[in-house]
């Protein structure tokens, strides 16, 4: 990082609880297990994130918003202390609030990622804030393998790029990457990861050594055997 820039990133995640995270995967998994696995993500997620650098400094951005979800997260997420409730009724809207509120901080770069990539090689976190740090890049995005993305990172206030986007679809990032361009913006792509959204997204973490919560969850329930015998 760059002395003196204060830098931080958001982790949107939700309370992991019965009937309402992983819905995507239900079936062929349970409520039950979808919770189960959902949580062991945000385990996964909880350590990684210990090994960023300490002067990017890591919010919690939590749904929903009630005091038995920070408990539930507090647990999960030990030595975090802040944890901010999402706000509004888009993606657009959730990603735009938590920009202006570390912004309002005083945060000069900031970059945001979700929970559905337990494995995501910190590297490229910190990959983020260096372009926006040491290059021309005014939005950093992460490409995700559904067409979305992992991360999204600015250094001013470029909230255009979340409007009139069709969230939850394969055009998300060509989209963003159109709005951006229309207002003159550059974007810079980081490497492309995935987010575990789909049973064929779910075999991808099976013999994963960097999600040891995930594998290990997938590996003492049905999910292995149903995925290697090609029931997922």
Same mark, same amino acid.
């Given at each position: #990082?760059?002395?003196?820039?204060?830098?931080?990133?958001? +982790?949107?995640?939700? /309370?992991?609880? +019965?009937?309402? +995270?992983?819905?995507?995967? +239900?079936?062929?998994?349970?409520?039950?297990?979808?919770?189960?696995?959902? =949580?062991?993500?945000?385990?996964?997620?909880?350590?990684?994130?210990? %090994?960023?650098?300490?002067?990017?400094?890591?919010?919690?951005?939590?749904?929903?918003?009630? *005091?038995?979800?920070?408990?539930? $997260?507090?647990?999960?997420?030990? @030595?975090?202390?802040?944890?901010?409730?999402?706000? &509004?009724?888009? $993606?657009?809207?959730?990603?735009?609030?938590?920009?202006?509120?570390?912004?309002? !901080? &005083?945060?000069?770069?900031?970059?945001?990622?979700?929970?559905?990539?337990?494995? $995501?090689?910190?590297?490229?976190? =910190? =990959?983020?804030?260096?372009?926006?740090?040491?290059?021309?890049?005014?939005?950093?995005? @992460?490409?995700?393998?559904?067409?979305?993305?992992?991360?999204?990172? #600015?250094?001013?206030?470029?909230?255009?790029?979340? =409007?009139?986007? *069709?969230?939850?679809? %394969?055009?998300?990032?060509?989209?963003?990457?159109?709005?951006?361009?229309?207002? @003159?913006?550059?974007?810079?792509?980081?490497?492309?990861?995935? !987010?575990?959204?789909?049973?064929? !997204?779910?075999?991808?973490?099976?013999?994963?050594?960097? /999600?040891?919560?995930?594998? %290990?969850?997938?590996?003492?329930?049905?999910?292995?055997?149903?995925?290697?015998? @090609?029931?997922?």
């Amino acid at each position: #990082m760059v002395k003196d820039v204060k830098c931080a990133l958001a +982790v949107f995640v939700k /309370a992991p609880r +019965v009937g309402e +995270v992983k819905t995507r995967l +239900v079936p062929p998994l349970t409520d039950v297990e979808a919770r189960g696995l959902y =949580e062991a993500f945000l385990k996964d997620i909880s350590e990684r994130l210990k %090994s960023l650098p300490h002067d990017i400094d890591i919010h919690i951005f939590y749904t929903p918003d009630d *005091n038995a979800a920070i408990a539930e $997260l507090s647990a999960i997420f030990k @030595g975090y202390q802040s944890f901010i409730p999402q706000i &509004g009724l888009t $993606l657009g809207d959730r990603l735009t609030a938590a920009f202006e509120h570390l912004f309002n !901080d &005083g945060y000069a770069n900031i970059a945001i990622i979700g929970s559905d990539s337990p494995d $995501l090689p910190v590297e490229y976190i =910190e =990959e983020a804030f260096f372009r926006l740090t040491s290059t021309s890049a005014e939005i950093v995005l @992460g490409p995700a393998k559904d067409g979305g993305y992992y991360l999204v990172a #600015m250094g001013k206030r470029h909230y255009s790029i979340f =409007e009139g986007i *069709n969230w939850s679809t %394969s055009s998300v990032l060509s989209e963003t990457i159109e709005r951006a361009k229309a207002d @003159g913006l550059e974007v810079t792509l980081l490497r492309e990861w995935y !987010d575990v959204d789909t049973s064929e !997204d779910l075999k991808s973490l099976i013999d994963v050594n960097d /999600a040891r919560h995930s594998t %290990s969850f997938i590996s003492t329930s049905f999910i292995r055997g149903s995925a290697i015998d @090609g029931k997922l």
